[in-house]
């Protein structure tokens, strides 16, 4: 009996489609990373897990928040980040995906409904599968849409509160969100919940973010990555007090897991400082995101380019695309495909992420290479 048959039958099927996936080493200019500050190699986010050690602090939380996992250093890093960010109170995870996973599944009613924009991260379509609550789609950005879906759901008897689950910068597309929209729609129906894993550090004031100015409301719960542009790993969730105590009295995958590592809360506290203290990473930021747009524009004016640190480049096809990416990537430049299910099928792309482990030459340099590589479809 071959007990693999099945596994080999799948994974086949995904290399006749081009969609069979590895684990590829980093090689070239960082240009795939969500580094986008470049602080993850940053001396004084070393130098901050270095002193932590120093002064005692464990490698390992060594138990649950609700057990003896519980240090004083995540505790005072929460209560700063919900400063920093504007909220009553944040709460620290492991990651974001287990982050808008745990939310989602424990948040959302039995009677209430979970509205999503459509081209939501997977953890949100994850934690909705998982959770209590009725779900659905809206078109992406579109909020007349999200409104239409909503009466509709009302006129069939739903009377609980709508949750509405957004990303203030999409992953993939690299667009914004309607967010002062979306809001108001929040206001009349529920909450909103504001995924700004790809905005924090970046946008806002001091990087608080592109929904920093809803922080602090009673409907409004945001997700701040710590593993993109704050160089480290981990997640916060902000928002209301009570909606924070919710969460660690009723929310199992905070709960049951082991706390992450207590030298994160550590890169985390300078990692607010860091943002605070240097905004130039931030000029610096705009200055790549710009100096590509207009590269990009005149030499290849047929491919949009997002207006964000995240370009996607549509190439459409599996194979066309990983092709591509292999052949930016021989030049020094290390550029990833992506391709369904990540993305809608026949968009398969380049996703090119723009950081401060490459200079303006860099860029320069890359959009060069694409003009000559870009294929003629």
Same mark, same amino acid.
Not at 108 to 135: C, F, I, K, N, Y
Not at 177 to 203: K, S, Y
Not at 216 to 228: A, F
Not at 258 to 270: I, R
């Given at each position: ?40 190699? &940053? ?10 050690? %120093? ?18 250093? %995540?505790? =005072? ?14 709460? =620290? ?37 998982? =959770? ?23 006129? =069939? ?13 999409? &992953? ?21 919940l504001i995924d700004e894993a790809h905005a924090t550090g970046v946008f806002g004031p001091d990087g608080r973010g592109l929904g920093h100015h ?23 969730? *902000?928002?209301?007090? *009570? ?7 009723? *929310? ?16 985390? %506290? ?58 930016? %990537? ?27 482990? &490459? ?19």
């Amino acid at each position: 009996m071959d007990r693999l048959a099945v596994y080999r039958r799948n994974l086949d099927g995904l290399a006749a489609e081009a969609r069979l996936r590895g684990l590829a080493p980093r090689r070239g200019i960082d240009f795939a990373s969500n580094d986008y500050l470049g602080l993850a190699q &940053s001396d004084r986010l070393r130098q901050a897990v270095m002193t932590a050690l %120093q002064d005692g602090l464990p490698v390992g939380a060594a138990g649950s928040r609700l057990l003896r996992g519980n240090t004083g250093v %995540q505790a =005072g890093f929460e209560e700063a980040a919900a400063r920093f960010f504007g909220a009553e109170a944040a709460l =620290g995870f492991g990651g974001g995906y287990v982050a808008n996973f745990a939310v989602i599944t424990t948040l959302p009613q039995r009677d209430d409904l979970l509205l999503m924009d459509e081209l939501s991260h997977a953890s949100t379509h994850e934690g909705a599968r998982a =959770g209590r609550a009725a779900v659905t789609t809206f078109r992406h950005g579109d909020v007349g849409h999200a409104q239409e879906v909503i009466t509709s759901w009302r006129r =069939g008897g739903g009377s609980g509160a709508v949750w509405i689950a957004v990303e203030s910068l999409y &992953s993939m597309d690299g667009d914004i969100a309607p967010l002062d929209d979306l809001m108001a729609l929040a206001d009349r129906e529920g909450f909103l919940l504001i995924d700004e894993a790809h905005a924090t550090g970046v946008f806002g004031p001091d990087g608080r973010g592109l929904g920093h100015h809803l922080e602090g409301r009673d409907n409004v719960l945001t997700l701040h990555t710590l593993g993109k542009a704050l160089g480290g790993s981990g997640a916060l969730i *902000c928002g209301a007090r *009570c909606l924070i105590d919710f969460l660690v009295n009723r *929310c199992r995958p905070f709960i049951f897991a082991t706390a992450p590592s207590p030298l994160m809360a550590a890169a985390g %506290q300078e990692a607010l400082a860091i943002l605070r203290d240097e905004p130039w990473r931030r000029k610096q930021l705009a200055d790549h995101v710009a100096t590509f747009g207009a590269e990009m524009a005149r030499r290849l004016p047929q491919v949009p380019v997002s207006g964000s640190q995240i370009v996607p480049l549509i190439v459409g096809p599996n194979a066309a695309t990983m092709d591509l990416a292999a052949a930016v %990537q021989a030049r020094g430049f290390d550029v990833r495909g992506i391709r369904p299910p990540t993305v809608p099928e026949g968009t398969s792309r380049l996703r090119v992420s723009l950081t401060l482990n &490459s200079s303006r030459a860099d860029v320069v340099r890359l959009a060069e290479a694409l003009e000559e590589l870009w294929p003629d479809m």
